[in-house]
């Protein structure tokens, strides 16, 4: 296990899941280029989702109790990670992430591993287990859950090590085998092999 002297954020989870050069570009590079005309444009989505937020009832996602909190800057020394948090559900006996989508589609792979790093980071602060997840998929309005199961939970522990010793060994990791995700990566640019 590589030490947890590396300070990681939950969107190097999603972005080495969806390709590990992103986190190569970032943690090694210190490369972070201009947004995307669709990052742009689902953050405006976001903004426009967390303020409706505000004025919801927990319907959505099958609840009937809950305080919700946004914006939430979770991090642990112990996990040596950190990120921000759209919206948290505390409930008396659970916590349970939130995290605004701008999709149409099925819950992605990437996704599914940020909601764990946040559940293992909303554990630790609030004390309380985190069972599921929800991404609130914004162009259907609809919340999805997301069980958080003990083999997804080791799963993102190996991934925070493997980032930890891609950072360590400075080595340019091979890229995404899914090559339609480079079509629109802010990165792109700076895979010179892949072109």
């Known amino acids: ?15 080495f899941v969806y390709c590990p050069r992103i986190v190569y570009f970032r ?7 201009a947004p995307t005309y669709k990052m742009v444009e689902g953050k405006l989505e976001h903004q426009r989702t967390e303020d409706l937020e505000h004025r919801r009832g927990l319907k959505a ?14 991090s642990s020394e112990r996990l040596g990670l950190a990120g921000i948090l759209d919206m948290v559900i505390a409930r008396r006996h659970e916590v349970i992430p939130v995290e605004f989508k701008n ?8 996704h599914k591993y940020q909601l764990v790093a ?8 609030w004390e309380l287990p985190v069972r599921r997840c929800f991404v609130y998929a914004i162009p259907r309005k609809a919340a999805v859950e997301v069980p ?35 079509q629109e990566c ?4 700076f895979c010179n092999d892949v072109w």
């Open 1 to 15: 296990m590589v030490e947890a002297q590396v300070e990681l954020t939950v969107s190097d989870v999603r972005q």
């Open 27 to 33: 943690q090694c590079l210190g490369l972070h280029p």
């Open 61 to 74: 996602y099958g609840l009937s109790d809950g305080e919700r909190v946004f914006n939430v800057r979770l």
């Open 103 to 110: 999709t149409e589609g099925h819950i992605r792979l990437n």
């Open 118 to 125: 946040y559940a293992l980071l909303a554990e630790e602060r």
């Open 148 to 182: 958080i199961a003990p083999g997804a939970r080791r799963y993102t522990r190996r991934l925070l090590n493997a980032m930890r010793s891609l950072v360590a060994g400075q080595a340019v990791p091979k890229p995404t085998r899914q090559r339609g995700r480079c």
């Open 186 to 189: 802010e990165y792109r640019r």
